[in-house]
């Protein structure tokens, strides 16, 4: 948990600089604002159009505080729902980047229907007729992540994680301590390692060392390769196919 929290790990930007090309970047949910916290827009994977996108955190406090730690508000939920329908109707595959802690629960937040963002999601993406991947590269926290989940297939960073809730939040609930927050991460499975044996994800992305700014060329390396594969093998399926596969890998978990 606390190394998928340190704050040299690369974000979601950093992934998207250096797997994809011509990377642009699309703001705005076309009804409140635009949400530092996601980004997305269309790039080039390898010559072919994808549709990119990703829960974006800062590396220092000012870039933190402008993109709400990673959690997004329902604008960027729904920045990225729009995005998502835009590469279904030009038919581009949609790739998620996930490092959330999880959605912002301000009041501001919950006026503006977080809630309903949310749940949109889940229900949109279920239904995309277009190959959707989600990596969990940092945390991947409660519907938060999500939100930006509900794909043919998910993976996690060897140092990821994918929970419910923070352990932080599980020790509070469960036993009313806060600090117990080691002990409840243990009991509640958040590794890649415990989700890939339980069937939750379907690929682990290896870190010989923990993810930073002089490894991340050689994970990079090898997760283009990964991506590579999966679109092969996903664009080669109709759309009835797609949708098949994810609502019978979800109702499977």
């Excluded at 530092?36 to 990703?54: D, L, N, Q």
């Excluded at 509900?150 to 609930?173: Q, T």
């Excluded at 870190?207 to 390396?221: T, V």
Aim: proline share 4%; glycine share 10%.
């Amino acid at each position: 948990m606390q190394l998928s929290r340190k704050s040299d790990r690369p974000v979601a930007g950093d992934y998207i600089d250096e797997i994809f090309d011509d990377f642009i970047e699309l703001h705005g949910d076309r009804c409140f604002g635009d949400d530092g916290a996601v980004v997305g827009g269309i790039a080039m994977f390898h010559g072919k159009p994808v549709t990119v996108i990703g829960q974006q955190k800062g590396k220092t406090t000012k870039e933190n505080i402008s993109r709400n730690f990673g959690m997004p508000s329902p604008e960027g939920y729904r920045k990225a729902l729009r995005l998502m329908k835009e590469a279904e109707t030009f038919k581009r595959p949609v790739i998620c980047f996930v490092d959330t802690p999880g959605a912002f629960c301000g009041i501001e937040a919950e006026e503006r229907g977080q809630g309903e963002a949310i749940a949109r999601n889940l229900f949109e993406m279920s239904d995309l007729k277009v190959p959707v991947l989600s990596i969990v590269i940092g945390e991947g926290g409660s519907g938060g992540a999500l939100a930006m989940a509900v794909a043919n297939e998910v993976w996690m960073m060897e140092n990821a994680v994918y929970s419910v809730l923070s352990p932080e939040g599980f020790a509070s609930i469960l036993w009313k301590d806060s600090k117990r927050a080691g002990e409840a991460a243990g009991v509640m499975k958040v590794t890649a390692g415990d989700l890939l044996k339980l069937g939750i994800i379907e690929k682990m992305i290896p870190e010989k060392e923990p993810a930073n700014k002089d490894n991340m060329g050689e994970i990079a390396l090898c997760m283009d390769k990964m991506i590579g594969e999966f679109l092969k093998d996903y664009t080669a399926k109709t759309s009835e196919e797609l949708q098949t596969q994810r609502y019978e890998r979800f109702r499977r978990i």
